[in-house]
Nanobody, 115 residues
Framework: QVQLVESGGGLVQAGGSLNLSCAAS????????MDWYRQAPGKQRELVAT???????IYADSVKGRFTISRDNAKNTVYLQMNNLKFEDRAVYYC?????????WGQGTPVTVSS
């Protein structure tokens, strides 16, 4: 059974930081590209960051220079370090694992940013 469990969300003031984690089980983690997505109220889900199996990272323009995605294959975990958070970063954040035709999502962790 595949599980992706996000944690680390919460309430933070604008300018603050949070570090999200996504722990995976039931997959060969090192074979999977990992993504962080977010969905704000009334908006479509959007891709925030990707880390490939080779460790290459890609970011949405809106978070470049503020967010850092990383992975620890020994712990089957992907992280999203979020610094200098802005009000518009508030959303539910989801992780996603991708390998070939396989595609798995976590349940999400909410991030609230107070202005």
């Amino acid at each position: 059974q595949v599980q992706l469990v996000e944690s680390g969300g919460g309430l933070v003031q604008a300018g603050g930081s949070l570090n999200l984690s996504c722990a995976a089980s039931g997959i060969i983690f090192s074979n999977n590209a990992m993504d962080w997505y977010r969905q704000a109220p009334g908006k479509q889900r959007e891709l925030v960051a990707t880390i490939t199996t080779a460790g290459v990272t890609i970011y949405a323009d809106s978070v470049k220079g503020r967010f850092t995605i990383s992975r620890d294959n020994a712990k089957n975990t992907v992280y999203l370090q979020m610094n200098n958070l802005k009000f518009e970063d508030r959303a539910v954040y989801y992780c996603r694992a991708r390998w070939g035709r396989y595609d798995y999502w976590g349940q999400g962790t909410p991030v609230t940013v107070s202005s």
